[in-house]
Each structure stands twice: as structure tokens, then as C-alpha cells.
């Protein structure tokens, strides 16, 4: 009960840095001036402040989240995060007639995703496992991950992918997923032992990764090409390893795993959703890409420390 509160308490930092630091960039980064004046304009902001203070508080109650809980558990209730960011982020943009309010296709993906977790969770029962990371699993998955990601950016590079938002997008989706599980074992470690643990360099080069490639995916088309596959395969990813690397368990038998599988796609279709739907209110009347724009007061919101799940929104 403890980590499943933790990890709500993150959600709605997480959230709440999302939408405020939206806010802060988009009365900021808009007028005249160079890139830079308005960048200083934005860093003077107490609204950007107190985004990337919030951002920050939620990174914290997430470890605090994995130091007391379950991967299993803590993973998946990140994702109200995107419930919590719309509704926040609706509730702003009332009083601005300029700005398009959730549809109701947002809504219904946004229920789903809380009918998924509320199955998944009361399906899976998790049971405890090592509270440590064993076996192989953990650093075959990165170094898989380090050689697949190499392997996509060099055929993005090359201009070989005819999706290359949806492949970057994926291989972030990947990291933040790993990044959850990294952090859990360098937790599970003593502080004396983080100067030599491996985990402790891995998270930081696959956070630093799956930034990068989430960035380089958002550049590289639009963003309703991106945003679902990186929201969805984050949670995915993590459940999946939480077993091989922590011996975590869920329930047995055949109804549990049907209702556990059941959740898990509610989950993941409400995630895809909702970041769906807020990609086709940029995408224009009569079809095609969105315009092409890189000033982030006039759309995709300014990142708080969790660039991925909340990406969709403000």
C-alpha cells in the first residue's frame, strides 16, 4: 500500500510539472527575440521553477515508490500520470478559447487506462520476489537494448526506416521502461557500493539514451507517431522484466492470467489513446503531417525530468 501511494504521489508530480511547465513555456517562448533571450525569459519564470521542482519531487517519490514496493505494482500506476495530465491540463486551458480541449475520444482512452490498472493490479496479486536484481537478465537487457538502439539510430541516420519516429520512439519507450528497473537495483544496493555497482553507470546512460532518442523522435515526425509507442511499451517493459530480474510474481492459474493479460491491454490501448488522440488535434483538417515547428510554446509541452509518458499533454 505504501509504494502504490508513493507511486500515485509521483503520477501527480509528474503530472502537475507537466502542466505547469507547459504553461510557463508557452507565456514565455512566445514574441520577438532570439532563441536565447526567450530561453532566459522561460529560466526566470517561477512557473518553470516550480515545474522542474515538481518534476524532481516526483522523481524522488518514484524511487521511493520502487524502494518500497514492487516493479509490478509501482510501473504501471505511473500511467495515471497521463490520466492526471489531462485532466490538469483541461482544467487550464478553459480559460483560453485559443486552445483545444480533450474530445471525448481522449476521455474514453483516459477511463481505460484506469479500467486496465485497477484489473491488471486486483488480478495479479504480486508477490515479493529477491528485492534484487539476479540472474543475467538485467544486463543482457541493456546491453541489447544499447546494440538495438545503435542498430535504429544508425538506420534513421541513413534514412532507411520509412517510420523512423515510431522506431526512435520505440527504442525510448524501451529505455524508460529499462530505466525503471535499473533504478530499483541500484536502490536495492548500499550507497558505499554505487562507486563500482554497474547498474548505477547503466541507468544513467540508458536515462540519458532514451532522452536523447525520445527528442530525436519528436524531431523526426509527428508527434502522433511517436508519443503512443513510447507511453506504451514504458510499462510493458518493465512488468516484463520484473519477474527474470526480481523474481517478482503475479498470480497463477488460467482466469488470472486472462484477466491479468485483459488489464494489461486496457492499459496499453488507453496509453496508445490517449496519446493518439492528442496528436490528431495537431494534425490538420485536410490530412498530412502536422506543420513543421520546433517553438515549443506552440504546442508539445517543455519536459519536466520524465520526458516520456506525460509527453501528450498541456
Same mark, same amino acid.
Given at each position: ?15 502537475v510539472s507537466t502542466v505547469i511547465g507547459h504553461r510557463a513555456a508557452t507565456s514565455a517562448l512566445t514574441g520577438d527575440g ?35 514496493g514492487l516493479v509490478v505494482v509501482v510501473q504501471p500506476i505511473l500511467c495515471v500520470g497521463l490520466v492526471l495530465a489531462l ?71 541513413r534514412g532507411r526506416l520509412r517510420r523512423p519516429a515510431a522506431a526512435l520512439a520505440a527504442c525510448s519507450g524501451l529505455a ?8 530499483? #537495483?541500484?536502490?536495492?544496493? @548500499? $550507497?558505499? !557500493?554505487?562507486? =563500482? /555497482?554497474? *547498474? &548505477?553507470? +547503466?541507468?544513467?546512460?540508458? %536515462? ?21 509507442? #513510447?507511453?506504451?511499451?514504458? @510499462? $510493458?517493459? !518493465?512488468?516484463? =522484466? /520484473?519477474? *527474470? &530480474?526480481? +523474481?517478482?510474481?503475479?498470480? %497463477? ?62
Amino acid at each position: 500500500m505504501t509504494a502504490a501511494l508513493l507511486a500515485l504521489g509521483s503520477a501527480m508530480a509528474y503530472a502537475v510539472s507537466t502542466v505547469i511547465g507547459h504553461r510557463a513555456a508557452t507565456s514565455a517562448l512566445t514574441g520577438d527575440g532570439p532563441g536565447w533571450a526567450r530561453a532566459g525569459r522561460l529560466l526566470r519564470r517561477p512557473g518553470f521553477v516550480l515545474g522542474q521542482t515538481l518534476g524532481a519531487l516526483g522523481l524522488v517519490l518514484h524511487a521511493a515508490a520502487l524502494a518500497a514496493g514492487l516493479v509490478v505494482v509501482v510501473q504501471p500506476i505511473l500511467c495515471v500520470g497521463l490520466v492526471l495530465a489531462l485532466a490538469l491540463g483541461a482544467l487550464a486551458d478553459r480559460r483560453h478559447r485559443d486552445r483545444p480541449l480533450p474530445g471525448r475520444g481522449q476521455w474514453w482512452a483516459a477511463g481505460m487506462v484506469v479500467a486496465g490498472l485497477v484489473v491488471f493490479l486486483t488480478s495479479a496479486a504480486p508477490t515479493a520476489g529477491t528485492g534484487s536484481a539476479v540472474g543475467w537478465a538485467l544486463p543482457v537487457t541493456v546491453g541489447a537494448f544499447a546494440a538495438g538502439s545503435a542498430a535504429v539510430g544508425s538506420a534513421v541516420h541513413r534514412g532507411r526506416l520509412r517510420r523512423p519516429a515510431a522506431a526512435l520512439a520505440a527504442c525510448s519507450g524501451l529505455a524508460f521502461g529499462l530505466t525503471g528497473v535499473l533504478l530499483k #537495483a541500484v536502490l536495492s544496493l @548500499p $550507497v558505499t !557500493a554505487w562507486p =563500482l /555497482a554497474w *547498474p &548505477v553507470y +547503466a541507468l544513467a546512460g540508458v %536515462g540519458l539514451a532514451g532522452t536523447a532518442l525520445a527528442q530525436w523522435s519528436y524531431a523526426a515526425g509527428p508527434l502522433v507517431q511517436s508519443q503512443p509507442m #513510447a507511453s506504451a511499451l514504458e @510499462p $510493458v517493459v !518493465a512488468v516484463a =522484466l /520484473a519477474g *527474470p &530480474v526480481f +523474481a517478482e510474481g503475479v498470480a %497463477g492459474g488460467p482466469v488470472a492470467h486472462l484477466a491479468q493479460l485483459t488489464g494489461l491491454v486496457l492499459l496499453v490501448v488507453g496509453v496508445i489513446g490517449v496519446g493518439r488522440f492528442a496528436g490528431d488535434r495537431d494534425v490538420p483538417a485536410g490530412g498530412g503531417d502536422p506543420p513543421e515547428d520546433d517553438d515549443p510554446a506552440d504546442g508539445d509541452p517543455v519536459l519536466p525530468v520524465r520526458a516520456p509518458l506525460l509527453a501528450a499533454h498541456g
